[in-house]
């Protein structure tokens, strides 16, 4: 069990790029999340996967915003027409099922800046 | 809605002594309640967790939170800090099954503890 992985770590874009983030969930997982988190705030979340069905959206996902998991594995979130607001840390997070499903694992997050 | 509300922004306490963080929720019936811990630049780890049961729980690293009902609160504690115990706190709410927003968590803002040797 490598826990989930993030990548990449850091990103810097300029203003109006599109950036895509990967997540790794832990491999017998099927809930996947995503979460975003500004300096000095908690996080806030994003969207919520169960296996490859998209199950949940927050209303802070905006259009620019789109988030897959096409297999059920890995899922990528990409920003597309990046705003300075956008500059964040962007947390993934997994969860199995059964026993134990409410309790979700946090990846290391990827931090993004937009000049 | 859930919500939290962790009132300290920043604690400092001296290595040794003990160690205790505010949390406050708002939720419709009996939540999930998990603290994470996070350092600079890193992600979130798991500290501890209630679901049911007994309302005192014990976590990794020492530390233990308390589940009282009639409080709204899940205080984090600690009998003796130790410098590595530096870091930010996260107080976290989760919906349980069968809600429109099951598996979400929603956070507190977070507490920061500095450690004074």
């Known amino acids: 069990d490598t826990g989930v992985s993030q990548d990449p770590r850091h990103k810097i874009t300029k203003r109006g790029q599109n950036v895509t983030f990967r997540c790794d969930p832990i491999?017998?997982?099927?809930?996947l999340y995503w979460y975003r988190q500004t300096l000095g705030q908690g996080p806030e979340f994003l969207t919520y996967?169960?296996?490859?069905?998209?199950?949940?959206k927050s209303r802070l996902l905006s259009d620019r915003f789109s988030a897959e998991r096409p297999k059920g594995s890995f899922s990528t979130l990409e920003i597309q027409r990046t705003e300075q607001g956008d500059s964040a840390m962007y947390l993934c997070?997994?969860?199995?099922?059964?026993?134990?499903?409410?309790?979700?694992?946090f990846g290391p997050g990827t931090r993004l800046l937009v000049l | 809605a859930q919500s939290v509300t962790q009132p300290d922004i920043h604690i400092t306490v001296s290595e040794g002594a003990s160690l205790e963080l505010r949390c406050n929720y708002s939720?419709?019936?009996?939540?999930?309640l998990f603290w994470y811990v996070q350092s600079p630049g890193q992600g979130l780890q798991l500290l501890l967790k209630?679901?049911?049961?007994?309302?005192l729980v014990q976590g990794i690293k020492g530390f233990e939170a308390e589940f009282k009902r009639s409080q709204s609160s899940f205080n984090l504690r600690k009998p003796s800090v130790h410098w590595s115990d530096a870091a930010e706190y996260f107080c976290?709410?989760?919906?349980?099954?069968?809600?429109?927003?099951?598996?979400?968590?929603?956070f507190g803002q977070g507490t920061i503890l500095t450690v004074h040797p």
């Open positions: 491999s017998e997982h099927n809930r």
């Open positions: 976290a709410v989760g919906a349980r099954a069968g809600g429109t927003s099951y598996g979400k968590l929603t």
């Open positions: 997070a997994s969860s199995g099922s059964g026993e134990g499903w409410e309790t979700q694992y």
């Open positions: 939720y419709g019936a009996t939540p999930y």
């Open positions: 209630y679901f049911s049961g007994d309302t």
């Open positions: 996967f169960q296996n490859e069905a998209q199950l949940e």
